[in-house]
């Protein structure tokens, strides 16, 4: 069964970017929808956006402008980059599947990242 | 953006207990809507989607119900493994949104 993993620096500084990779094993990413939620204490969970599996993408509005999620060649991995981040993107980050319109059933376990100088 | 509104916040209840979560949407979300339980330092995990289907493996003692705007969750006999906090989603429209939680704990 589909299993994903998230990794990818703990710690990055104000104004830069923030990259995380979701692993996908026990399968590929060959159909579905892949997304990334973020949760923070102030905000509770946010979705961030998803890519669909012919690569299309689509993003949470406020978000929008700063977030680039795309998928790896291969088809095992797929990624979210957030620029110019500040302390409020300061959240454990989730990758999760969903087959639309239901809900996500499959969730890595979720990265922390910090952004503090 | 759909604004998904939990209640109550907080719930204190007791094993074997009835007890049920309501989640009101800011205009109707026919049953495109999730419920889902996160235990501490955990992923939330799906246990009914399109408001009434119960995922695979989820205990049968949860059911959801309702569409429109007023959905609702509600465990028939509270066991301990269901003291965490839960959360709905609605997936009728970009951006998905989410209640802001339901945190159950034991009286």
């Known amino acids: 069964q589909v299993q994903l993993q998230e990794s990818g620096p703990g710690l990055v500084k104000p104004s830069e970017t923030l990259s995380l990779t979701c692993t996908v094993s026990g399968g590929s990413i060959s159909s579905d929808y892949w997304n990334w939620i973020r949760q923070s204490p102030g905000k509770g969970l946010e979705w961030i956006g998803y890519?669909?599996?012919?690569?299309?993408?689509n993003y949470n509005p406020s978000l929008k402008s700063r977030v680039t999620i795309s998928l790896d060649s291969s088809k095992k991995h797929f990624s979210l980059k957030v620029r110019s981040v500040t302390a409020a993107d300061t959240a454990v980050y989730y990758c999760?599947?969903?087959?639309?319109?239901?809900?996500?059933?499959?969730w890595g376990q979720g990265t922390t990242v910090t952004v503090s100088s | 953006d759909i604004q998904m509104t939990q209640s109550p916040s907080s719930l204190s209840a007791s094993v074997g207990d009835r007890v049920t979560i309501t989640c009101r949407a800011s205009q109707s979300i026919a049953s495109y809507l999730n419920w889902y339980q996160q235990k501490p330092g955990k992923a939330p995990k799906l246990l009914i989607s399109a408001a009434s289907r119960l995922q695979s493996g989820v205990p049968s003692r949860f059911s959801g119900s309702g569409s429109g705007t007023d959905v609702a969750l509600t465990i028939s006999s509270l066991q301990p493994e269901d003291f965490a906090t839960y959360y709905c989603?609605?997936?009728?429209?970009?951006?998905?949104?989410f209640g802001q939680g339901t945190k159950l704990e034991i009286k």
């Open positions: 890519l669909y599996y012919s690569g299309s993408t």
């Open positions: 989603q609605q997936t009728y429209s970009v951006p998905y949104t």
């Open positions: 999760a599947r969903s087959r639309a319109p239901y809900g996500m059933d499959v």
